[in-house]
């Protein structure tokens, strides 16, 4: 056998590299594939691709489709294989992209045709992407927050981002939590139960690891065929609330890698106290030594109570007062609005009760100054239909805003365990992931987003109120008054490219 030559084996090291650079990851195995490198080679395929062009190219993005189409015509007839119909482009618009189906070998041809060009602004290909199967997607509200499009463009899943969740637990062995072990802590950290009744890696009641699983975790279907356990809640014909099967095969928390903590501050019937939350929240200031060390980035507080201006000053309870300590010390601390927006007035002309929202709203310790509190939107068409009606409003009772920020907080899709799956159970059906509304759901997806974007920009770690000034400033306006929606909708994406 002849050794390859030094020329060849340079060739071929400059073609990988061209490959990586313009070949997207996923097209790039099927070529490595087909040319046998990790195994046998397999047979010519032709792929479905959306290449993307040069909007930069010397004679406009028409010059750099018309040169792409050339490039085409080329390839195939270079190297493309006898009897093999490929090359077409559908009857679609198109604009700054070119949809069509080639050979693996076609493909890598057209780019090294393209990259034999002078200079970056006469090739007209700017990238070579598969044309991605598209499913219904059920966890829409990955996509209202843009979580999904920074996992993919800047891979910010919130790896080495350690969160605390204070809520009723967070069940550990559900399977959202399995694949990135979201629940298995280095030491230090610990959880820890504050209530005095239970573990805290257990929750009978479920609202903890429904919020959790939509800060962290992910989970695919064991089959292609055979979906996760997932139901929506929807009223029949009779107005009877009911339960309807959802096929879902895959679901993402907002940051699918952050190290979860969790905290148990409400007991196994959703009832606590806000000495165990105090507690918590200075167990944290230990855990980070005041500041000096951090090991837990940031704190979801999907809890809380309505302000009564009898006993405090609005701002100034307790509680308040410990999430203001807790951010200057460099924590990140999200909370829930509260889901009180929405009452019941006299009309006194026809002497009944009329719903309506309701101002003032916003519930402790969401009245904290340096928090980031959280109301709550639709899950994926917040434009058209704004804030959620139970959604706590603005200002706060002594006239600051609030809240800071909306995320999507109705039928949104996570973890069930406890009384979440047992009220499935006991109608009949068996569920692992489960729809729940309120601002307990919206918060989290807050604090996804940030964990996700500190895992990225990790100079921001230990600045919360920076971290606050970014996400609201580049928060999407719904066109709702600022006692609604805040600064708007937080959008991951933004704020990640606005650094």
Not at 80 to 95: C, L, M, N, V
Not at 166 to 176: F, N, T, W
Not at 243 to 250: A, K, S
Not at 388 to 403: E, M, Q, V
Request: net charge negative.
């Amino acid at each position: 056998m002849v050794a390859p030559s030094d020329a060849f084996e340079e060739h071929e090291r400059l073609q990988r590299r061209l490959d990586r650079s313009v070949i997207a990851g996923p097209l790039l195995d099927q070529v490595s594939a087909e040319r046998g490198v990790g195994g046998a080679p397999t047979e010519p395929q032709v792929v479905a691709v959306v290449i993307d062009l040069n909007f930069d190219f010397v004679a406009g993005r028409d010059g750099a489709a018309a040169r792409v189409r050339e490039l085409i015509e080329q390839a195939v007839a270079e190297v493309g294989t006898a009897g093999i119909e490929q090359g077409r482009s559908p009857a679609r618009p198109g604009g700054q992209y070119i949809v069509t189906a080639l050979e693996l070998a076609v493909i890598q041809r057209l780019v090294a045709l393209d990259a034999a060009a002078a200079t970056k602004r006469e090739r007209a290909i700017f990238h070579v992407w598969p044309d991605f199967e598209v499913h219904a997607l059920i966890n829409r509200s990955n996509a209202t927050v843009k979580a999904d499009a920074a996992r993919a463009s800047f891979a910010a899943a919130g790896r080495d981002i350690v969160w605390a969740v204070l809520d009723s637990g967070v069940d550990a062995d559900h399977i959202h939590f399995q694949e990135h072990h979201n629940l298995v802590l280095p030491a230090p950290l610990e959880h820890v139960d504050f209530t005095g009744q239970g573990v805290a890696t257990t929750d009978p009641y479920g609202h903890g690891t429904h919020v959790a699983g939509i800060i962290a975790g992910h989970v695919r279907s064991a089959k292609a065929d055979t979906p996760l356990n997932a139901v929506g809640r929807a009223l029949n014909d009779h107005g009877e609330a009911g339960y309807t099967p959802l096929p879902l095969f895959e679901l993402f928390g907002m940051a699918p890698e952050c190290k979860l903590v969790s905290y148990k501050v409400l007991d196994n019937r959703g009832n606590g106290s806000s000495s165990a939350i105090l507690a918590a929240l200075d167990r944290i200031e230990q855990v980070n030594n005041y500041g000096r060390s951090l090991k837990i980035h940031g704190v979801n507080l999907s809890v809380g109570y309505e302000f009564d201006p009898e006993w405090f000053a609005c701002g100034q309870s307790p509680l308040c007062v410990e999430v203001n300590r807790l951010v200057r010390s460099g924590v990140v601390v999200v909370v829930a609005a509260g889901n009180t927006g929405y009452a019941y007035a006299l009309d006194r002309g026809k002497q009944q009760q009329i719903a309506a929202g309701r101002p003032l709203t916003i519930n402790d310790p969401g009245n904290a100054e340096l928090a980031i509190t959280v109301g709550s939107t639709h899950r994926d068409m917040p434009h058209v239909y704004g804030v959620s009606y139970f959604s706590s409003k603005g200002p706060t009772g002594d006239g600051r805003a609030k809240p800071d920020l909306v995320a999507p907080g109705e039928k949104i899709l996570s973890a069930a365990t406890g009384s979440f799956r047992d009220r499935a159970a006991s109608a009949g059906v068996e569920v692992d992931f489960i729809e729940n509304s309120g601002t307990s759901m919206a918060a989290p997806h807050v604090s996804g987003v940030i964990a996700a974007f500190l895992s990225v920009r990790q100079e921001f770690i230990g600045r919360p109120e920076e971290i606050k000034h970014r996400f609201t400033s580049a928060a999407t306006d719904l066109g709702r008054t600022r006692e609604f929606q805040g600064a708007g909708l937080v959008d991951l994406m933004r704020t990640i490219q606005s650094v």
